[in-house]
């Protein structure tokens, strides 16, 4: 894996790392794309004489909780055993934190790469953000960007591949004004599912995929049909039922953001049509909430 990012470390030196949106429906825990939304670390004072100090200056709202860039680089400095020069860092997103948008991830691959600036020795990025998270999908669509596929081994290590999206699809996002950590989010899921459930997802998923790549764009809402966690996840995300069943041409389908409350419509034609449906639907059910209508964060880019 590449790091397209790494620069030599100065005052100004900034990293930059996307948003994403995790499973699209049916590939839970699998596949992921990056999106233009960003975490933002900018080195802003470096002191060579001193070891392993980071001040943290965030501008706008600090972590609610644990400082995940933080833990992150901790964790790459005790696996990579290289002291690092003391630094200050100032911390700016856009990314909404608690929204199934991978505000999480994002800082963790922040983190993570802010200790591969500072030191010669290279980590594993993505299987140290895995551990972390507890699942490789977000992280996998930060560090690469586009749509992204991961794949824990036996191992623990993560293989993940990318992919560009189609620059003609966009994801108009649907972000309540509420908080939904995805520790609950993942709580609420069933223990096991029936034979024909996991059938129904592995078939749509990688028709989810097939479809992207060849432009058969009238197979994608049947792709992002899920039986594995929205079902669960529902009473949890308001609107997330009535979005699914929005029935319009501007729309291509419609899933949950991760582990919620965001809500996704893809939408190839028509996007301020599709942006309005769904800002209609949260006006009707009185839910305070906000639409971006975001592109993919390319591969490379």
Partial sequence: MTDRTRVPVRAGTEIVVPASVANLGPGFDAMSVAVNLYLRLTVVDLD??????????????????????DSAFRLARARGEAATPSVRVRVESDIPQAAGLGSSAAATVAGLRLYEALTAPRADCLTLASELEGHPDNAAAALLGGLTISCQREDGRIIARSSRWPE?????????????????????LPKTIPLADAIFNLQRALLFVRALE??????????????????ARAALVPGLAEAMALDDSSILG???????PSVVALSAHDTPRAAAMLDDLYKRLGVPCTIRTL???????
């Fill in 48 to 69: 060579p004489s001193r070891r392993d100090g980071v001040d943290w200056e965030f501008t706008g709202a600090a972590p609610a909780g644990e400082n995940r860039i």
């Fill in 168 to 188: 003609d699809v966009k994801l108009v996002v649907a972000t309540p004004d509420m908080g939904l950590q995805t520790s609950h989010a993942r709580g609420v």
């Fill in 214 to 231: 060849s432009g058969r764009y009238d197979d994608v809402r049947e792709a992002m049909k899920d039986r594995w966690h929205q079902p």
């Fill in 254 to 260: 419609v899933c949950l953001s991760g582990a919620g």
């Fill in 295 to 301: 592109s993919a964060h390319q591969p490379g880019h």
